[in-house]
């Protein structure tokens, strides 16, 4: 059965740095996309960044410069190293895969203070 487990949320303070994890398991078809989003409360999901099986990678605006996304193909792992983090960066990420259909991690939670 296909399966995302994130890792890495937590508590920080603003200007901290944080690394979050997706393990992908069970998935046959070959990963094409894999990304991060994040939810803010009262707010809609947004695209945080994202990374093809080739290393192309694209990022929100609003983390470009902080934000590093990448991927070990060989562990079907995704990682977002976070940078400068600020209270606005607050939010449930969300682990993405795409294959032949769209998968989603659970969430984990990332709360900075000011």
């Known amino acids: 059965q296909e399966q995302l487990v994130e890792s890495g949320g937590g508590l920080v303070q603003a200007g901290g740095s944080l690394r979050l994890s997706c393990a992908a398991s069970g998935i046959i078809f070959r990963i094409n996309y894999m990304g991060w989003y994040r939810q803010a409360p009262g707010k809609q999901r947004e695209l945080v960044a994202t990374i093809t099986s080739g290393g192309s990678t694209n990022y929100a605006d609003s983390v470009k410069g902080r934000f590093t996304i990448s991927r070990d193909n060989a562990k079907n792992t995704v990682y977002l190293q976070m940078n400068s983090l600020k209270p606005e960066d607050t939010g449930v990420y969300y682990c993405?895969?795409?294959?032949?259909?769209?998968?989603w991690g659970r969430g984990t939670q990332v709360t900075v203070s000011s």
């Open positions: 993405n895969v795409v294959t032949r259909s769209n998968y």
